[in-house]
């Protein structure tokens, strides 16, 4: 089975720097990705890691340590848009995907 | 046009009754999910399909079922609503390594 963890919440400044982490425990891997959600709305992709390292994406950046299990999210220069719960999510080599709780990230101004 | 769409978009209903949640999408691809998510647990599989004749149970199968009618066409039913399903319903198309998610069906079991 697939077990993933991040933080509930998370507070940050706008302007600032975040960093969100994710670690997983899984029987399969096949890629860890990112998305976005914000409230009533449907999840929208950010990310994809399959290998070790850092992918940047603009604002946005994306690591991954599959020795560790862990990933974490970067999110600079934060916008007041930012505010919105950041989905971790593995990929199984059967192409499914098991979610974590979410995170959800307010940015005060 | 929203290339994945869901119908209904809210639905209340009562305790024992047959609902039918439908996803429509025009990405063309194989590969649908139905998810289920509730406030604290994130996304949950209920069932996928990789193409018309093909369907699998995903965590949560029990009290549910699924029919894709065709590539573009993928159905949830609920035969016997019961309350611990009241929950926000996704639709999900698959391509390569992204999902598009459809705008979600708010259900409430009474």
């Known amino acids: 089975g697939q077990n993933i963890d991040q933080p509930t919440e998370m507070t940050a400044t706008e302007g600032a720097i975040v960093q969100i982490n994710c670690t997983y425990q899984t029987s399969g891997f096949n890629g860890l990705f990112w998305y976005q959600q914000h409230a009533g709305e449907a999840p929208t992709f950010l990310s994809y890691?399959?290998?070790?390292g850092l992918e940047e994406k603009g604002r946005f950046s994306s690591f991954l340590s599959r020795s560790k299990g862990y990933s974490y999210l970067l999110l600079k220069e934060l916008q007041m848009k930012d505010s919105a719960s950041y989905l971790c999510?593995?990929?199984?080599?059967?192409?499914?995907?098991?979610f974590g709780p979410g995170t959800r990230l307010s940015v005060l101004p | 046009d929203a290339d994945v769409t869901q119908t209904p978009r809210n639905r209340i209903t009562k305790t024992g009754k047959r609902i039918m949640l439908e996803c429509s999408q025009t990405?063309?691809?194989?590969?649908m999910y139905w998810y289920r998510q509730d406030p604290g647990l994130g996304l949950r599989l209920i069932y996928y399909?990789?193409?018309?004749?093909?369907?699998n149970k995903g965590e949560i199968s029990d009290g549910y079922s699924v029919s894709r009618q065709a590539q573009a066409k993928f159905s949830l039913s609920l035969e016997s609503a019961i309350p611990n399903q009241t929950a926000l319903y996704f639709c999900a198309t698959g391509m390569g390594n992204e999902q598009f998610f459809g705008p979600g069906t708010r259900l409430t079991v009474l």
């Open positions: 990405k063309g691809h194989d590969r």
């Open positions: 399909s990789f193409d018309v004749k093909d369907i």
């Open positions: 999510a593995v990929r199984d080599p059967g192409q499914n995907f098991v």
């Open positions: 890691n399959v290998l070790d």
